[in-house]
């Protein structure tokens, strides 16, 4: 079992910037993957970013590439995502999940998840 927390959510204008945070419990943390979904009101949950439990290999959706960062330290159960030149079509509540076993960009990799933090980006 494992309590994930998001954080770091609020309002920006487009071409702004945010970091998300999710602080995670348990002493398990290290052996787990992490992303990051998001989904908007009347939308299907979007992948957005995952990152291997040692931080080596991340990847991304085709809409957040080059603009989001996600990075993990595990020596502070923490995993961030951080987002630049933020769109309107951001916003939406991002939700931090752990997996434990494999990582990917399918929900249903990923076996705990925080209760998501709003993101609005206004144009």
């Known amino acids: 079992q494992v309590q994930l927390v998001e954080s770091g959510g609020g309002l920006v204008q487009a071409g702004g910037s945010l970091r998300l945070s999710c602080a995670a419990s348990g002493r398990t943390f290290r052996g787990y993957a992490m992303g990051w979904f998001r989904q908007a009101p009347g939308k299907e949950r979007e992948f957005v970013a995952a990152i291997s439990w040692s931080g080596g290999s991340t990847s991304y959706g085709d809409s957040v590439a080059g603009r989001f960062t996600i990075s993990r330290d595990n020596a502070k159960n923490t995993v961030y995502l951080q987002m630049n030149s933020l769109k309107p079509e951001d916003t939406a509540i991002y939700y931090c999940?752990?997996?434990?076993?494999?990582?990917?960009?399918?929900?249903?990799?990923?076996?705990?998840w925080g209760q998501g933090t709003q993101v609005t980006v206004s144009s």
């Open positions: 999940a752990a997996a434990t076993a494999g990582w990917g960009a399918s929900s249903h990799d990923y076996d705990y």
